[in-house]
T-cell receptor
Framework: DAGVTQSPTHLIKTRGQQVTLRCSPK?????VSWYQQALGQGPQFIFQ???????QRGNFPDRFSGHQFPNYSSELNVNALLLGDSALYLC???????????FGQGTRLTVV | GQQLNQSPQSMFIQEGEDVSMNCTSS?????WLWYKQDPGEGPVLLIA?????ELTSNGRLTAQFGITRKDSFLNISASIPSDVGIYFC????????????FGKGTKLSVKP
């Protein structure tokens, strides 16, 4: 049973560019949440997708957007990258009616 | 963003020792989760707690949901080298809504 998978694992982008990160949820899960984890910090909630709609959003600017596909996989897009966007981006999947969230290995984004 | 107060920030363990850490909040939570994160990996769910006063074990790990619903505790008995890593508490205010709020983590290292 495949767990949560994310791609790519590492990425280097230049300030001002745009980036797309991808996530496939654990089999049987219908909800995907995205988190940003800065070095030495706990993960910070970006947003959650269920039934292809954004259901909840954390305190992140509109430069952060997402999408969920009919197969429940999800993308996180970040426009106009800033140096401060450098972080580990984590995807977590769950059942919408459940609480336990399972994380992928993350995508390490470095903005230079 | 909002974060939980997790302590201690770091601690050193010697094999065989018991370890305790805790997490506090000014807000009431309906769910507490404990995760472990190894370098370069995503957090792995260890224990989930759903009711005030609940005590739940997972092998050598025991976690408790505080009576006030504003705190949680994690104990590791008879620590072993593979217990090294960063432990995060995470709280959820509204069940079923994916906005997990994380602490900054407790880093467990081996005593030199």
């Amino acid at each position: 049973d495949a767990g949560v998978t994310q791609s790519p694992t590492h990425l280097i982008k230049t300030r001002g560019q745009q980036v797309t990160l991808r996530c496939s949820p654990k089999s049987g899960h219908d909800t995907v949440s995205w988190y940003q984890q800065a070095l030495g910090q706990g993960p910070q909630f970006i947003f959650q997708y269920y039934e292809e709609e954004e259901r909840q959003r954390g305190n992140f600017p509109d430069r952060f957007s997402g999408h969920q596909f009919p197969n429940y996989s999800s993308e996180l897009n970040v426009n106009a990258l800033l140096l401060g966007d450098s972080a580990l981006y984590l995807c977590a999947s769950s059942l919408y009616t459940d609480t336990e969230a399972f994380f992928g290995q993350g995508t390490r984004l470095t903005v230079v | 963003g909002q974060q939980l107060n997790q302590s201690p920030q770091s601690m050193f363990i010697q094999e065989g020792e018991d370890v305790s850490m805790n997490c506090t909040s000014s807000s009431i939570f309906n769910t507490w989760l404990w995760y472990k994160q190894d370098p370069g990996e995503g957090p792995v769910l260890l224990i989930a707690l759903y009711k005030a006063g609940e005590l739940t074990s997972n092998g050598r790990l025991t976690a408790q949901f505080g009576i006030t619903r504003k705190d949680s505790f994690l104990n590791i008995s008879a620590s072993i080298p593979s217990d090294v890593g960063i432990y995060f508490c995470a709280g959820l205010i509204t069940p079923g809504q994916g906005n997990l709020i994380f602490g900054k983590g407790t880093k467990l290292s081996v005593k030199p």
